[in-house]
């Protein structure tokens, strides 16, 4: 939907809509440590405030995610999705493999 959607602690990186038309905060980060989970945890508390957003749910995107940051993300019901960088923005072709 947009880039740097504002709430009133900060902006969310981008907010997004699923296929089903839910609600969808993304916060991306190089490296992801157990502050960037609590910072998309504010931004969550805040954004659910409002009731068309309720069900808002939470993505961790970062080209690496430390180990403890991914099991409090976990706990809070946060996904979190590690991507390549020079992949995502396209100065690299993606490693694509048939059979993992």
């Known amino acids: 939907m947009r880039r740097e959607w504002a709430t009133d ?5 981008l907010m997004c809509r699923d296929g089903d038309d839910g609600w969808i905060a993304v916060e991306v980060k190089r490296q992801a440590t157990i502050d960037a989970v609590e910072q998309l945890s ?3 508390e805040r954004i659910r405030l409002d009731p068309e ?4 749910r939470g993505v961790l ?4 995610i430390r180990p ?7 706990s809070r019901g946060i996904a979190c999705v590690e991507v390549e960088l020079a992949v995502v923005r396209g100065d690299k072709e993606p490693d694509l ?3 993992g």
């Open 68 to 74: 403890q940051a991914a099991v409090l993300a976990e």
């Open 42 to 44: 504010r931004y969550l």
């Open 53 to 56: 957003k309720a069900d808002c």
């Open 97 to 99: 493999t048939l059979f």
């Open 9 to 13: 602690i900060g902006p969310v990186d």
């Open 61 to 64: 995107v970062a080209e690496k």
